[in-house]
């Protein structure tokens, strides 16, 4: 898919406008975020078949059993992420389309991605080029491990649910910084773990719904 498919009317600023004006409605708050997301053309990161329901706040199919969040899900957990502060370096667990990945770029100095689908980074890679994403580092690798060399991370947002939080990638977060993520089974909550000198402490939020976390990586 090219950027070159941009449209009109359902795929333009104004509608962009009214999706942020919706996420304020929805109890969205971080000024930034909001500024960011109104910026971004989310319908360039979803199959044109699809552009003129990219703004809906639903998830829509990405291939390769993949899905793009909802714009409030991906508001929200930007928002807990940066909790109204700069972001120095991020770990993205499952980069998928690149949207969310698009949304950290604008938040933090540096984001390292990591997508365990290959087509589907190759994909990805080529569209974020062209969307002039600089500040990213996409791995195609598993993301159950990490990013060590690039390690301490100031925030981790994971975007595929797990029952269980993957121990490397707790040892990745800095002291200090907050990791963002889908857990659950059956029903899901979007979870937040906060590390401290002395630990790390966890906040249940939102009931949400997101592709499981999958080990190993797919090269075709």
Same mark, same amino acid.
């Given at each position: 898919?090219?950027?070159r498919?941009?449209?009109?009317?359902?795929?333009?600023?104004?509608?962009?406008?009214?999706? +942020?004006?919706?996420?304020?409605?929805?109890?969205?708050?971080?000024?930034?975020?909001?500024?960011?997301?109104?910026?971004?053309?989310?319908?360039?990161?979803?199959?044109?078949?699809?552009?003129?329901?990219?703004?809906?706040?639903?998830?829509?199919?990405?291939?390769?059993?993949?899905?793009?969040s909802?714009?409030?899900?991906?508001?929200?957990?930007?928002?807990?992420?940066?909790?109204?502060?700069?972001?120095?370096?991020?770990?993205?667990?499952?980069?998928?389309c690149?949207?969310?990945?698009?949304?950290?770029?604008?938040?933090?100095?540096?984001?390292? #991605?990591?997508?365990?689908?290959?087509?589907?980074?190759?994909?990805?890679?080529?569209?974020?080029q062209?969307?002039?994403?600089?500040?990213?580092?996409?791995?195609h690798?598993?993301?159950?491990?990490?990013f060590?060399?690039?390690?301490?991370?100031?925030?981790?947002?994971?975007?595929? +649910?797990?029952?269980?939080?993957?121990?490397?990638?707790?040892?990745?977060?800095? +002291?200090?910084?907050?990791?963002?993520?889908?857990?659950?089974?059956?029903?899901?909550n979007?979870?937040?773990?906060?590390?401290?000198?002395?630990?790390? #402490?966890?906040?249940?939020?939102?009931?949400?719904?997101?592709?499981?976390?999958? #080990?190993?990586?797919?090269?075709?």
């Open positions: 898919m090219s950027v498919h941009s449209g009109i009317g359902m795929t333009s600023q104004r509608t962009r406008l009214r999706m +942020v004006e919706r996420l304020r409605t929805q109890g969205i708050t971080d000024e930034v975020i909001l500024s960011v997301m109104g910026s971004i053309p989310r319908h360039l990161f979803v199959e044109e078949a699809l552009a003129s329901r990219a703004y809906e706040d639903v998830s829509l199919p990405i291939n390769y059993g993949q899905t793009i909802s714009p409030w899900t991906v508001a929200r957990m930007s928002e807990l992420l940066r909790a109204n502060e700069p972001l120095g370096k991020v770990l993205e667990i499952g980069t998928g690149g949207y969310q990945t698009a949304v950290l770029a604008q938040i933090a100095e540096k984001v390292y #991605s990591i997508e365990r689908i290959g087509p589907l980074l190759t994909r990805t890679r080529i569209r974020l062209e969307l002039h994403v600089r500040n990213i580092h996409l791995r690798a598993d993301g159950l491990h990490g060590t060399e690039a390690a301490p991370f100031d925030g981790i947002i994971m975007t595929a +649910v797990s029952a269980h939080i993957p121990p490397l990638l707790l040892e990745q977060l800095k +002291v200090g910084g907050r990791m963002v993520f889908p857990k659950g089974t059956l029903k899901q979007l979870c937040m773990i906060q590390r401290s000198e002395a630990g790390y #402490s966890e906040t249940i939020l939102e009931e949400v719904n997101f592709v499981p976390l999958l #080990s190993g990586v797919v090269k075709k």
